[in-house]
């Protein structure tokens, strides 16, 4: 399987409390969340739509996985492509401190997650999804284990917040698979890390 993240960030990188309550993620002091709700047109929520539908499994730190587990995980309405594509295939997650997963089809990773998650890819298949999970993703990068990467970037800048990219990580030559942007400003960009920068010389 590929591991694909996806992930919606501001313009100046936050991935922080992005989605629909203001008080859902106040860590550090962060007070400006649901920055990213409302943004995106009918394109991009079926492009969303198409992505979850693409998944064969779906890989979550522990804090996303709670808050889908809370809102996804309780609802019946299968048809919906989100709900139904959560509920009916594989989850991980990634959690040396999660003991008791309730939401159904869940496998709880622990040990030596870098080759359980290759062991993972390793399987035949199409995406095995990480969605949110900001510091998971950085983990995954950190580790050499993402495929490719797909950035809804929200025309924004939040101006405090954890960001996707820390300031002293691993550096990555990204190759752009793909790029549009929607009737709203929201621009989608999907890269595939491509080994180290290349730097000026002399």
Known sequence: MKLTTTTQISVDGVV??????????RRRGFERGGWAMGKGDDETRTFINQTYQRADAFLFGRRTYELFAGYWGVREDLENPIVGALNTRPKYVASSTLT?????????????????????KAKPGGELQVHGSGALVRWLLANDLVDEMTMLIVPVVVGQGTRLF???????????????????????????????????TG
């Open 16 to 25: 922080q409390g992005n989605g629909g309550a203001s008080d859902e993620d």
């Open 100 to 120: 008791d997963a309730e939401w159904a089809d869940t496998t709880v990773l622990s040990g030596d997650v870098v080759a359980t998650i290759s062991e993972l």
């Open 166 to 200: 820390p300031d002293a990580g691993p550096d990555i030559a990204l190759d752009l698979v793909d790029s549009r942007a929607d009737s709203k400003g929201v621009t989608i960009q999907v890269y595939r890390p491509a080994g180290r920068p290349l730097y000026a």
